[in-house]
């Protein structure tokens, strides 16, 4: 990413480079004036204005306005990966300072991505064995972190009759997945996902499995053996903080699985620096509403988008963008893939990151550190202002100076001391202040 960021060319280095093209030849022109002219029509000395002529060209060499922004754009991406985080190009590190909103996944960048099985529920004659066996079978091939959770649960027993022969398997983005067990299709997904297939949630049977977790189904099951997964069980352990997953097999639902995330430490104190820098945060998941409001209370952030297909979060982007202007999606999975393409931004947990979202991003936080995200936009901030400084005070400079080649008080020595290679020193090392910035936190 490193070696990237000096191949791709930022707006500003493209500005410098048109505006090189007129500012070169015109340079040569008043550098060809100022020497023939005085000898040719005014009778003066050609040695002497000869010399103000070459002066003139040592002065107005470019070197140290074509280098501003390149050499700042380096020294930020280094200094940024020098404190963990990966920036792509010096496009990513410009448009950064820009951004307006920055939007959230939820599950991997604001919690942990840790999930543990929490409530296993059996249904309609099944056993608890059978619903997570059946649900080890359906998710082993999955990549999601609530399939990891499952396959965790079930890897810690260390029992080889939860292995299951999968004959298929697809993923139904954003919803579940889905497998063929012993000649059967089973789904394992959202509650949503479950009543498009056709199944009933409202009126559902409760096992009598002496084995179920805690009693917890019995407790819930108020009208004799029957649960109201809608009305009363799913709501119930989202408003927990927990998602559920249902589980099927042939025509049946086997039972409900809850897994449940930690919020991430930092993720309160970074969404209150942003929100006070002025940036605005959202949260975009395909997590279910409870669940999410849950977590947007607890960290801050009052504007939250739940239930998300991944075409749904690249259009919940287009609106926040033609609404606030440049927007920042930071993700890790494979369904942020489509929304970090989409976004100007597009910030991926490096670590914990998909390899497609990986390729898609234009930053990476390495260690999954969401800390990093005040700290890279105030570096883009800094960098284009060190990159503005770098122009105006190389053009000025020479400009102040060039005023005085044709009164004879520039001598060459001074242009190159002080104009060529002065002036590019100066910008350099301007530049390098950016390799002093570090995280607050």
Known sequence: MVGSAQRKKTEQEKFVEKFSSYYTPAVVVIAVIIAALPPLFLGKSWPVWFVRGITMLVLACPCAFVISTPVSVVSGVTSAAKNGVLIESGTS???????????????????????????????????????????????????????????????????????????????????????????????????????ELGFNLDHVHHSSDSERVKQEATRMCTRENCLNLVGETIPRLQSQGKTVVLVTGGNEIVGVIAVADRIKLEAKDVIQNLNSSGINTVMLTGDNENTTRAI??????????????????????????????????????????????????????????????????????????????????????????????????????????????????????????????????????????????????
């Open 93 to 195: 590190l410009e448009t950064m300072g820009d951004v307006k909103v920055m939007a959230f996944d939820k599950t991997g960048t604001l919690t942990e991505s840790k999930l543990t099985v929490t409530d296993v529920i059996p249904l309609n004659g099944s056993r608890r064995e059978d619903v997570i066996r059946c649900a080890y079978g359906i998710e082993e091939r999955s990549e999601h972190p609530i399939a990891e959770a499952i396959v965790n649960h079930v890897e810690k027993k260390n029992d080889a009759s939860y292995d299951q022969r999968i004959e298929e398997f697809e993923v139904i983005s954003g919803k579940g997945v889905k497998a063929r067990l012993h000649g059967e299709e089973h789904y394992a997904g959202k509650p949503s996902l479950i009543e």
């Open 296 to 441: 947007a209370e607890k960290i801050g952030i009052e504007d939250y988008r739940a239930e998300l297909m991944p075409d749904e979060k690249v259009k919940a982007l287009k609106e926040l963008s033609e609404e606030y202007g440049n927007i920042a999606m930071v993700g890790d999975g494979i369904n942020d893939a489509p929304a970090l393409a989409k976004a100007d931004v597009g910030i991926v947990m490096g670590a914990a990151g998909t390899d497609t979202a990986l390729d898609t991003a234009d930053i990476a936080l390495m260690n999954d550190d969401l800390s990093k995200l005040p700290y890279l936009y105030d570096l883009s901030a800094r960098a284009k202002n060190i990159i503005r400084e770098n122009i105006f005070s190389s053009l000025g400079i020479k400009a102040a100076l060039a005023i005085g080649v044709p009164l004879g008080y520039v001598t060459i020595t001074l242009a190159v001391i002080a104009g060529d290679a002065g002036m590019t020193l100066g910008v350099t090392g301007n530049a390098m202040r950016l390799s002093r910035i570090k995280p607050e936190f």
